[in-house]
């Protein structure tokens, strides 16, 4: 009988470990679709409430970014205007939770204003994202563009 309990703990220390990953997957997506949102709002501020002091994010051609860097970046691009973000739409193609860690895999499909009409720009993304003290915090990625059509 004692092992049969233990198995019933650990069936259901797991299923609860895969519920908490679960809301984890969840979380980070809607935490992504809110800063796009915020983006598209003109509030920059609000899109980097998701990202760790820590982060990091590569894009070719460009220095690793840090949060400062990025916090410029986007009063920019989410600042209206010219060249601002108009739409900006995440298209998930993985969103994987592992205890404290989620991993999302997208594409973004941009159109800044002053692009001709119908076109756009692609970009590919790779986030990692920690929960830390209760909170998932985007703290790595790697960006880099796919396609601008015309």
């Known amino acids: 009988m004692r092992i049969s309990l233990a198995a ?8 609860a470990g895969q519920a908490a990953a679960n809301d984890g ?14 983006c ?4 920059p501020d609000d899109v980097m409430k998701s990202y760790a002091r820590d982060i990091r994010l590569q894009y070719p051609g460009v220095p690793d970014q840090d949060y400062d860097s990025l ?21 998930f ?14 594409t973004w499909t941009t159109r800044l204003h002053g692009m001709a009409p119908g076109a ?6 790779f986030q990692i994202w920690e929960k830390r003290d209760g ?13 601008v059509s015309n």
């Open 8 to 15: 019933l703990a650990l069936l259901a220390a797991a299923g």
């Open 25 to 38: 997957v969840d979380i980070v997506r809607q935490k992504i679709e809110q800063g796009a949102a915020a």
């Open 40 to 43: 598209m709002s003109g509030r």
């Open 71 to 91: 916090a410029k970046a986007y009063r920019q691009l989410c600042g209206g205007g010219k060249g601002a973000v108009e739409s900006t739409i995440p298209g």
């Open 93 to 106: 193609e993985e969103v994987y939770a592992s205890g404290p860690m989620v991993i999302a895999r997208l």
């Open 120 to 125: 756009s720009r692609k970009l590919r993304d």
């Open 135 to 147: 909170e998932w915090m985007f703290v790595r990625g790697v960006h880099y563009p796919l396609t």
